[in-house]
């Protein structure tokens, strides 16, 4: 100590800081000792380490939606503001961002990947619609990412797919955080799967990477996954050591301790660095957090210690709103890509007199104005009794404004290139099929199917299986004997969706012959100038008395 300290050694306040200092460091080998003799080995976790991670999922369009919730630029603020709190605030995205999305159509994600890149993602894994573009363009943009693509049970010919890693650990606050990623096969319809693809099983993927990542010394251990809920909670019991699950591919907020405790839906209550939160502790199970989809919330999950345990975890959802200012940089390549996107397709086809309902929630739960435009003029075109559509081929996310219909919003509508198709099967089968189509209703699958030409009853407090109350096609009940022509796009007729029972049909019209639905959409429009589609009550659900 200089002879200068205000605390001189002669003094008697000297001699009482060396006294009190000395006591210190004896009662800090003390503890030292007692740790050493009872095996404890100090370990950071047990002494309030803490991980921050963001979360977003299904993010199909990088622009905020008619409500003016979402935006990938508003995303990168609140990015930035949590990594001013903790410099280690990882971001994750668990897949489904190549596709589909107009802009992705425009360029083949591209500038997806390049927005990407300044939001400084951290981590990803594939979802089913990322391998929409074949795999040459897939490679082409794992090679342009700046971040890791994660993936535990894909394989490319045997073996793993150029750019990707098995699992992968980073130090967190001196913490070793352990990572691996999964796709469930369910998630995945053949038809859009390249064909050199194996998708392995996932719980026995995942017990190989928690071997894998203990291995390496990983302390807390995270799983990146695309598959529904319910394959999420088999994981959470089927294999010990993980400690929390981020998930995608439901497009719903989900924030759920695997023992039951769960909280879903819009975030309403807590606090939150902008908008609102919804929050949930776990303790000891891990918690699976899903965040809607197109970024409109993003998930916020803080896992620390408490009484010397490293299983306590912390989520919620925060909204992404217009209260959130956008990071210029990123706003500013958003802009100049739609700029270019409007320059290819601001082509105007006609007039909507009423606002179309492009929205997920609506055209995988019920009849929609857009859906029964859709599927009457596949109908019309196709010539036949009926026709269907899946409404999970419907992805704008967004309500069409009254006013001109461009070019650019049919593709923002129908991204997909699914061609028109015409078969010929009994009324069984069409029974079956639209059985199928309110089997999980409640979870809002894509595979719910709009309708035209039929008038259904469907009573969702019954079983699977038994929903379908009645149907009568044109004025007359339906058949299952009788033949009828059923017009659908190439996707449901290869049993895209589950829909075996319309793959085994008399073709009359196969897809080598069809035309886009999207073509057929706009020249339905072209042709009547001015549309105002509406709700008929085609459509009945009854949820029980």
């Not at 490319?156 to 098995?166: D, M, Q, V």
């Not at 449901?492 to 639905?517: C, E, F, K, P, W």
Request: net charge neutral; charged share 25%; glycine share 10%.
């Amino acid at each position: 100590m200089p002879e200068e300290s205000w605390i001189s050694r002669k003094s008697g306040l000297g001699l009482l800081w060396r006294a009190s200092h000395k006591i210190c460091l004896a009662v800090a080998f003390s503890l030292v000792a007692q740790l050493s003799l009872s095996g404890c080995a100090w370990s950071p976790i047990r002494y309030g380490a803490h991980i921050n991670i963001l979360h977003l999922n299904d993010v199909y369009d990088v622009t905020p939606n008619e409500d003016g919730a979402g935006g990938l630029a508003r995303v990168k603020t609140l990015v930035d503001e949590a990594r001013r709190k903790d410099p280690s605030t990882l971001l994750i995205i668990s897949g489904d961002f190549l596709s589909p999305s107009l802009l992705s159509s425009l360029d083949k994600g591209s500038s997806v990947i390049e927005i990407l890149n300044l939001l400084q993602v951290d981590y990803v894994t594939f979802g089913n619609h990322d391998f929409d573009f074949g795999m040459d363009i897939l490679k082409k943009r794992i090679k342009q990412s700046k971040f890791k693509w994660i993936s535990s049970n894909i394989l490319e010919l045997g073996g793993r797919i150029p750019g990707t890693t098995f699992v992968d650990i980073r130090k967190i606050n001196r913490v070793n955080v352990g990572f691996f990623g999964l796709l469930d096969s369910k998630a995945v319809d053949s038809f859009y799967m390249p064909k050199e693809i194996d998708i392995l099983d996932t719980v026995d993927a995942a017990r190989r990477a928690v071997k894998a990542l203990r291995k390496r010394n990983a302390e807390v251990i995270v799983a990146i996954t695309h598959m529904d809920m319910d394959a999420d909670r088999v994981l959470a019991r089927s294999v010990p050591g993980i400690d929390l699950i981020l998930g995608g591919h439901d497009h719903v907020e989900i924030n759920e301790a695997t023992s039951g405790e769960a909280t879903r839906g819009p975030a309403t209550s807590g606090e939150a660095t902008r908008g609102k939160a919804r929050s949930g502790i776990a303790t000891g199970v891990p918690r699976i957090i899903k965040s809607g989809y197109n970024a409109t919330t993003v998930g916020e999950v803080s896992i620390f210690t408490r009484g010397g345990k490293k299983d306590t975890v912390d989520g919620r959802h925060l909204e992404v709103n217009a209260s959130i200012p956008e990071d210029p940089q990123v706003a500013n390549m958003i802009s100049k890509s739609i700029d270019n996107l409007n320059a290819s397709y601001q082509v105007v086809l006609g007039t909507t007199l009423v606002p179309l309902d492009a929205t997920s929630s609506g055209n995988r739960r019920g009849e929609t104005n857009l859906g029964n435009y859709i599927a009457d003029t596949m109908r019309k075109t196709m010539v036949a009794d009926i026709a269907v559509m899946n409404g999970g081929a419907i992805v704008s996310g967004k309500v069409i404004k009254t006013g001109v219909i461009t070019k650019k919003d049919l593709l923002s509508i129908l991204p997909f290139e699914n061609v028109l198709c015409k078969v010929m099967l009994k009324g069984g089968a069409i029974k079956e099929a639209l059985e199928h189509s309110f089997a999980r209703y409640e979870m809002g699958k894509g595979a719910f199917l709009q309708i035209s030409g039929m008038k259904i009853v469907a009573d969702i407090s019954q079983p699977s299986g038994q929903r379908i109350k009645s149907v009568v096609v044109g004025e007359i009940p339906l058949e299952e004997e009788r033949e009828y022509t059923l017009a659908l796009n190439d996707y449901l007729l290869r049993g895209g969706d589950g829909y075996t029972m319309l793959a085994n049909t008399q073709i009359l019209i196969s897809d080598l012959y069809g035309q886009l639905v999207v073509d057929a959409l706009a020249s339905a429009i072209k042709e009547s100038g001015v549309i105002d589609p509406k709700t008929d009550g085609r459509l009945t659900i009854i949820v029980g008395d």
